[in-house]
């Protein structure tokens, strides 16, 4: 269904404005208007978001197709792999900046042309194993992962947002013999209840509505084996855990010839048989720690390790987000998940903003200035008692805007620059794949083609949108001039361009006398200088924007 829409409107298209429709919408799309966008000659507006490598399709409505006579449509940063005269469908590449030009012939001669700016944003990249194997995703290859019925699974996600917008939901799908599952949480912890092979698939949404998945194949053994007790503790102290084996619901003796722990983030104190004291003394910035148990030895009917996930509650921890945002951006921050938590946040700076967040351990920052801000969080675990105070510091960063020539002709270059003369890494944009880069602090483009152009920057600032450039072809020469060879002067006399082009204006130059009606335009009204000994000469030439032909003459 396409519910999205831009109203656009065009000098001499005014009595059949025209509407630009697409099926997928963007969550962070910024608009005063929610998800409807004006467009007009002098105003391009904002930037289109899409998911990057999105497939979307734009529809063209209102006006009449009727008086349509050719339809094109030119994607900058995408494929066309399909297009009518009112509809184009387009494979938007990797994340970055691109466009999408549409030009509409009317039968009555007239040209409407309208270049609209789009911002391909980054999808999430999606990780996740169980505890405790996934420590580098950077050389993740999970294959087929196998475990024991019975057993508590605690999911590991290592989802990030890739440069794109905060993540705001994980969907789990839990496949198995029996039916279907589904999880919501961040990090849920799952028992399979049955062996068998089990498809296992987190999808992750950004707050773009990008999303990404990755599914895993399980193969589930028979029963497995539990730690008692996995509660939240509090950091430094020591806590006690036991292993048991399980069947159904019929726990019986684990015989070991050598009880094997091992753990992350603590210190194990003592170990006498099935037990294990640990000291939770080492907890890095996630917030917990990892007590597995490897049952190689004992009389355990799935022989696959065994792992609980503990909160531990820091004295000091880090706040998780960027230390450096765009003026006005909204940025998620946030402490670990540790349950029965309470949070509150503060913030020092000039024009700073905290939103609630759907989760307790999350705020949402923004700030409308340049500069330094302070974030604060006060948390107490409302069991135990013990709790913290977590600062971050937010450089809050000013966003600039590309200047220079926004219509040129084939063939020209330009240069460009930002609005504080910063150094930047430039890349274009443009039609038939063409791709410039550049790093500097200004930019020598090149424009071999007809059509939309994209320039983008990427440095040490914010930027709110690409540039746009539309190039045209140089125009023809006018087929002459019609008009009388002999004229009076002071007597009004009319010129005609012959065979005009519908996309083109001619304007108009006279020597010794006076344009009084036309100019520009294929028809003009001049009176000669009854004064003047002459010459008396007129001229005109055809005009795309800044683009001109030659002087066609006559005497």
């Known amino acids: 269904m396409l519910f999205v829409m831009?109203?656009?409107?065009?000098?001499?298209?005014?009595?059949?404005?025209?509407?630009?429709?697409?099926?997928?919408?963007?969550?962070?799309?910024?608009?005063?208007?929610?998800?409807?966008f004006h467009f007009n000659v002098e105003d391009d507006g904002l930037c289109i978001k899409v998911c990057e490598n999105s497939t979307v399709t734009y529809e063209l409505l209102g006006g009449n197709p009727f008086h349509w006579s050719q339809v094109d449509f030119t994607a900058s940063g995408g494929t066309i792999t399909n297009s009518t005269n009112t509809q184009v469908t387009v494979n938007w590449g990797s994340a970055g900046w691109g466009s999408l030009f549409v030009s509409i012939q009317m039968?009555?001669?007239?040209?409407?042309?309208?270049?609209?700016?789009?911002?391909?944003t980054p999808a999430p990249e999606v990780y996740f194993n169980i505890a405790p194997f996934l420590n580098d995703p950077s050389n993740y290859n999970p294959g087929i992962i196998t475990?024991?019925?019975?057993?508590?699974?605690?999911?590991?996600?290592?989802?990030?947002p890739n440069g794109g917008s905060a993540l705001i939901s994980h969907h789990w799908t839990v496949n198995g013999p029996s039916g279907t599952d589904y999880l919501m949480d961040f990090e849920p912890s799952y028992v399979f209840t049955e062996s068998g092979v089990y498809e296992v698939t987190l999808t992750v949404t950004n707050e773009c509505n990008c999303s990404s998945s990755r599914r895993i194949l399980f193969k589930v053994l028979d029963e497995g084996l539990i730690i008692e007790c996995n509660s939240v503790v509090c950091e430094n102290t020591i806590e006690t855990?036991?292993?048991?084996?399980?069947?159904?619901?019929?726990?019986?003796?684990?015989?070991?010839?050598?009880?094997?722990?091992?753990?992350?983030?603590?210190?194990?104190?003592?170990?006498?048989?099935?037990?294990?004291?640990?000291?939770?003394?080492?907890?890095?910035?996630?917030?917990?720690?990892y007590l597995t148990f490897i049952p190689e030895s004992c009389n355990a009917n799935c022989m696959q390790p065994v792992t609980i996930k503990v909160p531990v509650i820091r004295d000091n921890i880090d706040i998780q987000g960027p230390e450096e945002i765009c003026e006005g951006q909204q940025v998620r921050y946030a402490i670990p998940r540790w349950p029965t938590t309470e949070v509150e946040w503060s913030v020092q700076g000039p024009n700073a903003q905290l939103h609630l967040s759907d989760q307790k351990n999350e705020i949402?920052?923004?700030?409308?200035?340049?500069?330094?801000?302070?974030?604060?969080?006060n948390y107490t675990n409302t069991l135990l008692g013990c709790g913290g105070t977590a600062i971050k510091e937010i450089k809050v960063i000013p966003i600039v805007t590309i200047k220079g020539e926004p219509y040129l002709c084939v063939g020209d270059d330009s240069y460009y620059g930002l609005s504080n003369s910063g150094y930047a890494d430039w890349t274009l944009n443009g039609p038939e794949g063409y791709v410039q880069t550049y790093s500097g602090t200004s930019f020598h483009a090149n424009f071999p083609y007809p059509g939309g152009y994209t320039i983008s920057v990427d440095g040490s600032f914010c930027i709110d949108e690409a540039f746009l450039v539309h190039v045209d072809n140089i125009p023809p020469v006018p087929d002459g001039i019609q008009g009388p060879d002999e004229i009076c002067p002071g007597t009004p006399t009319i010129f005609k361009i012959p065979n005009s082009n519908y996309d083109v204006t001619a304007h108009w130059q006279v020597d010794n006398g006076q344009i009084i009606n036309g100019n520009p335009g294929n028809e003009v009204t001049v009176v000669f200088d009854p004064n003047s000994n002459g010459p008396f000469k007129i001229r005109a030439r055809n005009q795309i924007r800044n683009c001109t032909s030659e002087w066609v003459e006559k005497h």
């Open 147 to 160: 475990v024991c019925k019975n057993e508590i699974i605690f999911f590991q996600n290592y989802s990030h």
């Open 107 to 120: 039968l009555n001669g007239d040209m409407f042309e309208k270049q609209i700016c789009i911002e391909k």
């Open 364 to 377: 949402i920052f923004s700030a409308d200035a340049a500069g330094t801000y302070y974030l604060t969080a």
């Open 6 to 36: 831009i109203m656009v409107s065009f000098a001499g298209f005014s009595q059949e404005p025209v509407a630009i429709i697409w099926d997928k919408a963007v969550g962070c799309q910024e608009s005063d208007l929610e998800l409807v």
């Open 241 to 289: 855990y036991t292993i048991k084996p399980v069947y159904g619901d019929i726990e019986y003796y684990l015989d070991c010839e050598e009880y094997n722990w091992i753990v992350e983030g603590g210190t194990i104190i003592s170990q006498y048989g099935a037990s294990v004291d640990v000291k939770w003394d080492n907890v890095d910035g996630n917030g917990f720690g």
